[in-house]
């Protein structure tokens, strides 16, 4: 089983529905969880991050986390051409010792249909 | 401006050629991060640094070599460089706090590199 993993997609939704995007990790252990938006051809940029259970809103954005079934997600409400782009989950694990490792999913491609 | 520079943003080199991709950063974060990014694998981290003169090796280190003399600058070399080294890379920057988990990463523009 991958550390992270996410539905690759294209996810495809109408302008200005709620678009879902999940990703389930593995190490029970992991502890802060990153959203990040990359654009084609763009590096990627911070959206959200959420440390604890429940849900956590920004603007049209809202992260929630269970970390008792193992997974985190990222709603976009109102959705906009503009959020087309591909959205990479990363998680903070264990690595031994006290340390932790940030691991990306591989990103789940959205696109927002006029 | 403070911010995460990459240079060079485009780069076409032939096998067997070294090749030193450069990274800057001006928020002084201790820990600093180079992933390349091919379709199919997502972001895979090659080499990361915990602070002047401490590297460590990711997930994908084979054929890179790095080192972090100074706290804001922290290169990458391809020692000689093969096909299977086209990629995107691109360069991160992050602190990790009290608990030990990193905070978000902030990454550069990246550096498209193509290796004929």
């Known amino acids: 089983q991958k550390e992270v993993e996410q539905n690759s997609g294209p996810l495809s939704v109408p302008e200005g529905a709620i678009a879902s995007l999940n990703c389930t990790y593995s190490?029970?252990?992991?502890?802060?969880f990153f959203w990040y938006r990359q654009y084609s051809g763009k590096s990627p940029e911070l959206i959200m991050f959420i440390y604890s259970n429940g849900d956590k809103e920004d603007g049209r954005f809202t992260a929630q986390l269970n970390k008792a079934s193992q997974y985190v997600s990222l709603l976009i409400r109102d959705s906009q051409p503009s959020d087309s782009a591909t959205y990479l989950c990363?998680?903070?694990?264990?690595?031994?010792?006290?340390?932790?490792?940030?691991?990306f999913g591989k990103g789940t491609k959205l696109s927002v249909i006029p | 401006d403070a911010g995460i520079t990459q240079s060079p943003r485009y780069k076409i080199t032939e096998t067997g050629r070294q090749v030193t991709l450069m990274c800057h950063q001006t928020w002084s974060h201790s820990y600093m991060f180079w992933y390349r990014q091919d379709l199919g694998h997502g972001l895979r981290l090659i080499y990361y640094s915990a602070a002047a003169d401490i590297t460590d090796k990711g997930e994908v280190p084979d054929g890179y070599v790095v080192s972090r003399s100074k706290t804001e600058n922290f290169p990458l070399t391809l020692e000689s460089a093969t096909r299977s080294q086209t990629s995107v890379y691109f360069c991160?920057?992050?602190?990790?706090?009290?608990?030990?988990?990193?905070?978000?990463?902030?990454f550069g523009d990246g550096t498209r590199l193509s290796i004929l």
């Open positions: 991160a920057s992050s602190e990790v706090g009290s608990t030990g988990w990193y905070q978000p990463q902030h």
């Open positions: 190490d029970r252990g992991s502890q802060s």
């Open positions: 990363a998680v903070n694990r264990p690595s031994g010792a006290g340390s932790y490792q940030l691991t």
